[in-house]
DNA sequence: TTAATTATTGCGACTCTATTGCAATAATAC
DNA sequence: GTATTATTGCAATAGAGTCGCAATAATTAA
């Protein structure tokens, strides 16, 4: 399955690369001002997910959110094992830079890495 | 507001009790065999947590699952920074016990930790 | 340049998880 | 036992995300 481009596409991709953290599909829908329907901005997102061009955070609010592949996009091994924090109060998600290592007990295969920390943001902290 | 005792309670509790994983509001509705409502497994769920008894735990999957709250209880600070394991497979979620901490950027206050690490459980891997 | 192929889109309907309003019920305190 | 009010059951609702399908348009080949 060839994936072609598409303005869709492009007015997705540009929002993320705007956006310097990761978007939730509203905030999307939001910003593409109508322009990109609902359905589609899922499927394209599910599409940047499978070709490793973004990564999905499901957040402690029960949705996901995407996020671009900025630093790990160079690896051959694409892994994602670092947190994100979540801004309870501004509800902005970003990518904490750290990579992280967790062992498992053995026997145990890890496959995704999902990890979300929420609280209050620097910005909004110093309200 | 003072919490009273009844059976659905207790019920969902033991429930908890009796599995030494995290369940999943279907897989207590389940277990509980139709003897407690649904809306109501929900609310005493979200008691528990408000009263520390259990933690919920959003996995990757997007749903809740909730967990005794069982080495955790004796602290005074009571925090849940450690990971969850959920198998693709035969889907339980599970504590992983070692207590994990970030460092996040200066300013930024954590307030939830919810960490899910998702793959092949022991028992699923060596089928 | 045109025609054929098929990935992508838009729309609506649908699924699934979780919450909420409200009247009825029952646990606790007096 | 009576009064108070937390809890329950039920139905309705909200919200996130997916899916089927016909129409559209990006790509490829002629
Ligand atoms: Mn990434
Ligand atoms: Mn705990
Ligand atoms: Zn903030
Ligand atoms: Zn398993």
Redesign the interface.
Known sequence: MKRRNTPSKTAVLSALERANTALSHDKLLDTLAGSVDRATIYRILNRFCEDGIAHRI?????K?YFALCEDCSHQEEHSHNH?H?RC?QCDRVEC?T?E?S?????????????????????AC??L
Do not use: H, M, W
């Open positions: 499901v957040a402690d609010d029960g996901q947190f924090f309870l904490l750290t992280v967790v062992n498992l007990p053995k026997g145990y295969l890890a496959e995704n890495f999902n990890g979300v920390i929420s609280g209050k943001c620097r902290g110093s």
